[in-house]
């Protein structure tokens, strides 16, 4: 009797459960709702190259690059600049900044290095590190734990910045959506709730021409963030960091390298005597090319004009080079008259002689 009277109870009460989930729902999603009325405090950013903002506060990000670009280095400068004040030409948004930095790939030595860097790089005491940066290594912890992890050094921390080296090694599989869905979705509410930037490491594609982060992990995180930087290291070694892909202001390019006793250093100045060198060597290439070419152009002229005993009306001329030359006769009119000016060809009496084989009657 009473198990009858549990169920029918239970019966009955089952629309009332699903009504007030209902409400609670809605309610929910009221809170959400954007109207006219609502008031958006600014975007808040931790850095900015130039003026413009990246790495807002409440938001996922992403440095992405192939193989050994230079992402690691890029994170270094970013962290000394959050601890410094500016950095190069990145700067500073936050005042005493707490930054939390995890690294899942590196073995214990290797990280400690990222210690050493920010410490070369800011000149800062090493209790002002301590205080302000906060490095983990947790390559020894598997991915099933990771967010978790992530998540209590978060809340215990409060950091306004996270730097995440190694977001692939959070998933079981990077090409599994709904693991790389849910991972991405677990981030943003950190960021919402804890108001800080969590700025994810990813390598790209493999192959040189496809700059897309790898797997569906990638497609999600470059969806969901609102910046994207990019590490691109040169034949020369400097590492170009741009930003491809941003919700509101661009980045402005810059440059790092790193020095010959492996310290990173500002590489704008060097970039840019890199990119004039490039400029002027490619510009001597091409007139070195048309040089070549106006040379062949003269000796056909020559040839023609020794043909007819040394000496040729300028039209005959004319309209022998463009049969022979397969010009227009705009074009081979434009060269004798170079040619004349530069004194390779010269011109009297309306015809054209070769320099060498005339004297002229004055």
């Not at 079981?172 to 108001?195: G, M, P, T, W």
């Not at 080079?321 to 000016?341: E, G």
Request: proline share 2%; glycine share 6%.
């Amino acid at each position: 009797m009473e198990t009858v009277q549990g169920i029918v109870g239970e019966a009955v009460n089952q629309p009332a459960l699903v009504e007030q989930d209902r409400k609670e729902r809605l309610r929910l999603l009221q809170a959400m709702r954007i109207s006219t009325q609502t008031e958006i405090e600014p975007e808040a950013y931790s850095l900015s190259v130039d003026g413009v903002g990246i790495f807002a506060l409440g938001d996922v990000h992403a440095i992405k690059g192939k193989q050994k670009s230079g992402k690691s280095g890029l994170l270094k400068v970013c962290a000394a600049s959050l601890l410094r004040g500016q950095m190069f030409r990145v700067k500073s948004e936050l005042k005493e900044p707490q930054v939390l930095f995890i690294d899942t790939e590196q073995q214990s030595a290797d990280v400690k290095l990222v210690i050493s860097e920010v410490k070369h790089l800011t000149g800062l005491e090493d209790d002002d590190i301590d205080q302000h940066l906060h490095l983990y290594t947790l390559r020894s912890r598997s991915y099933d734990t990771l967010l978790d992890d992530t998540r209590l050094l978060i809340d215990t921390l409060r950091p306004q910045v996270v730097f995440i080296d190694g977001l692939v090694d959070y998933v079981a599989s990077f090409n599994d959506e709904v693991l790389s869905r849910q991972l991405i979705h677990e981030l943003l509410k950190l960021c919402e709730e804890y108001h800080c930037a969590i700025v994810n490491v990813l390598h790209e594609n493999k192959a040189l021409d496809d700059a897309n982060m790898r797997g569906h992990l990638g497609t999600v995180l470059a969806q969901k963030s609102g910046t994207v930087l990019q590490c691109q290291k040169t034949k020369t070694g400097i590492i170009n960091i741009t930003c491809p892909d941003a919700r509101h202001g661009q980045m402005p390019a810059w440059n790092i390298a790193f020095g010959s006793d492996g310290h990173i250093l500002d590489a704008d100045l060097m970039q840019q005597q890199q990119v004039q060198a490039a400029k002027k060597q490619k510009a001597e290439q091409r007139q070195a090319e048309r040089d070549l070419i106006l040379q062949g152009r003269l000796e056909k002229a020559l040839d023609v004009i020794r043909e007819h005993s040394g000496s040729m009306l300028r039209n005959e001329l004319t309209v022998t080079l463009t049969q022979r030359l397969k010009l227009s006769r705009p074009v081979v009119s434009k060269f004798i008259t170079q040619m004349v000016k530069e004194g390779k060809l010269i011109e009297y009496d309306k015809s054209i002689m070769n320099p060498s084989d005339t004297v002229l009657p004055f």
